[in-house]
Nanobody, 115 residues
Framework: QVQLVESGGGLVQAGGSLRLSCAASGSIARINVMGWYRQAPGKQRELVATITRAGNTNYADSVKGRFTSSRDNAKNTVYLQMNSLKPEDTAIYYC?????????WGQGTQVTVSS
């Protein structure tokens, strides 16, 4: 089992920044990839970014150049640095752990960007 706890969401003005954190516990050695997803009201959940165990990252086109994912293996935590935020970035942000056997979701953290 893997437990994930996100934090760092909040209300920010357009153009501002936030850093989300996702702390993992449990069977963390089984985690291969960590992902960040978001779900806006009335929309499907979408992939925002992924980061592998080695630190390789991929981003959705909508956030490239603005969002950066990183990880601190000593703290078992991954981060999503979000800069130049736009109102369309408003959503609940979730982290997800991919293992060879199961996938695990965090509870989500709300990000609201005002115009």
């Amino acid at each position: 089992q893997v437990q994930l706890v996100e934090s760092g969401g909040g209300l920010v003005q357009a153009g501002g920044s936030l850093r989300l954190s996702c702390a993992a516990s449990g069977s963390i050695a089984r985690i291969n990839v960590m992902g960040w997803y978001r779900q806006a009201p009335g929309k499907q959940r979408e992939l925002v970014a992924t980061i592998t165990r080695a630190g390789n990252t991929n981003y959705a086109d909508s956030v490239k150049g603005r969002f950066t994912s990183s990880r601190d293996n000593a703290k078992n935590t991954v981060y999503l640095q979000m800069n130049s935020l736009k109102p369309e970035d408003t959503a609940i942000y979730y982290c997800k752990a991919f293992t060879s056997f199961n996938d695990y979701w965090g509870q989500g953290t709300q990000v609201t960007v005002s115009s």
